[in-house]
């Protein structure tokens, strides 16, 4: 009975041990995949988060670093790293490894169809999980691929572990041991994977918002991980700090700042363009630039056609209720690694008041100038005849004086007769105009 008791025991030891060995396997690899996509979706959302600020992706500095950090906090991943659509290395965990490309025909072909992936890769001698993350660009295009490895004999290391755990377990209580078996894979594996997956899914809705952290209190391989996650998540929370300071500073900004993509399109738009323009900032996002950007002249501005930036020209918005307001505006663009306009960003300034002051000014001087022109004035030597009193024209013609300074000048005539040339002309009368006179 003994014999046949250990016979059992072990039969059931060996069955037991074999179906939780591949059971385990299964769940550990489909942790370790859950494990390469938090690891591979931190490192893309990083240099996503990065690529909306503007920087090119060649010119990223420190991001080897940042591969760097997920080995020491993910011990199973062996690599780490960020190629560009032939496979050639950007950023890698190893510095030395920068520049290299890519020999495994598996990852080549997962890149040229250029879709996420999860495989198994042959890297020299052994085989690894790998999970291929696509980055794109403003118009949809694979510009860089995120690649994290695990070996896949990280998996057969960690079943062998548990066969011997199960094992000894199964010899003090094989019921106990398969029970426990079972409701511990489920509580310690599936269920906190099932928190990671729905707080990963979570964070991919809300964008930017990490408030969000995985309840998982445990000290096993899962705990580490969601702990992992949560510091990943408490790092990313830290680095947002930059952009909410630089979305302030735009806002705070006098000056009215729009972004456009590569079709024209409004993209961003601050505060001080949205009350300039009358518009309310959700308004304006989508409509092309041209319906609220024209030149001096009313005709649409061929803003899309050039490349290069500029600043101080002069130009109108057409705001909401149609005034056109002219502004100094200036632009700048952004482009990808192969020279493409991916981004526009254009400033303008008010100056309603310098163009009212500039009006006012060119009405002044417009009427000086015609005052000037209606003003006649005599210079220069008057040949007058010593008799007649006559003047005598550029011409050679001699005039009666009042005609020739009527003529040039603005002066009009009143014919009268002096004291003197009354006596002359009418003696007779003489005596009686002086009686007339005042008195002196």
């Not at 942790?31 to 959302?45: D, F, H, Q």
């Not at 050039?306 to 663009?333: C, H, M, W």
């Not at 100038?369 to 005599?378: I, N, T, Y």
Request: with cysteine; charged share 25%; aromatic share 6%.
């Amino acid at each position: 009975m003994v014999l046949i008791a250990a016979a059992i025991l072990i039969l059931a030891v060996g069955a037991s041990s074999l179906i939780s060995s591949r059971f385990f396997a299964e769940e550990y690899a489909e942790v370790l995949k859950s494990k390469m996509v938090v690891v591979g979706e931190t490192l893309r959302s990083q240099l996503d988060r990065l690529l909306t600020l503007g920087i090119p992706l060649q010119e990223l500095v420190g991001f080897e670093e940042q591969c760097q950090e997920i080995l020491k906090e993910f011990k199973e991943v062996s690599y780490a790293m960020v190629v560009d659509p032939t496979g050639k290395i950007l950023f890698h965990n190893d510095p030395a490894q920068h520049n290299k490309t890519l020999t495994c025909p598996t990852t080549l072909q997962a890149i040229k169809n250029g879709k996420e992936n999860i495989q198994i890769c042959l890297e020299g001698k052994e085989e690894y999980y790998e999970i291929l993350l696509p980055i794109l660009d403003a118009r949809g295009k694979s510009m860089a691929f995120v690649r994290v490895g695990v070996p896949v004999k990280v998996i057969s290391q960690k079943t062998r572990d548990l066969v011997a755990y199960s094992a000894g377990v199964a010899l003090i209580s094989l019921g106990a041991g398969i029970l426990l078996l079972v409701f511990g894979l489920s509580a310690w594996v599936t269920k906190p994977l099932l928190k990671l997956v729905a707080v990963i899914g979570e964070i991919r809705k809300r964008g930017t918002d990490f408030s969000r952290r995985v309840e998982i209190h445990s000290r096993d391989e899962i705990g580490e991980l969601a702990t992992s996650f949560n510091h990943l998540i408490e790092d990313l929370q830290k680095t947002t700090v930059s952009k909410d300071y630089v979305n302030n500073i735009l806002e705070s900004m006098i000056d009215s700042l729009i972004v456009v993509d590569s079709r024209g399109a409004i993209q961003t738009v601050n505060r001080a363009a949205s009350i300039l323009l009358g518009y309310g900032q959700e308004e304006l996002i989508g409509k092309p630039i041209d319906a609220i950007l024209t030149t001096s002249k009313g005709k649409e501005l061929e803003i899309r056609a050039g490349k290069n930036g500029f600043e101080n020209q002069e130009a109108y918005f057409k705001t909401k209720d149609g005034r056109k307001v002219p502004i100094l505006f200036g632009r700048s663009v952004m482009q990808d690694d192969e020279g493409h306009l991916t981004r526009m960003v254009i400033s303008g300034r008010d100056i309603t008041e310098r163009k009212r002051t500039e009006e006012e000014r060119e009405n002044i001087i417009q009427q000086l100038q015609k005052a000037l022109a209606e003003v006649k004035q005599l210079s220069g030597l008057l040949p007058i005849c010593a008799s007649c009193k006559k003047i005598r024209d550029d011409k050679g013609y001699w005039n009666q004086i009042e005609s020739y300074i009527h003529e040039h000048s603005e002066a009009q005539f009143s014919h009268s007769i002096c004291p003197e040339c009354f006596k002359k002309l009418y003696p007779d009368f003489a005596e009686i105009a002086d009686q007339t006179q005042p008195d002196s």
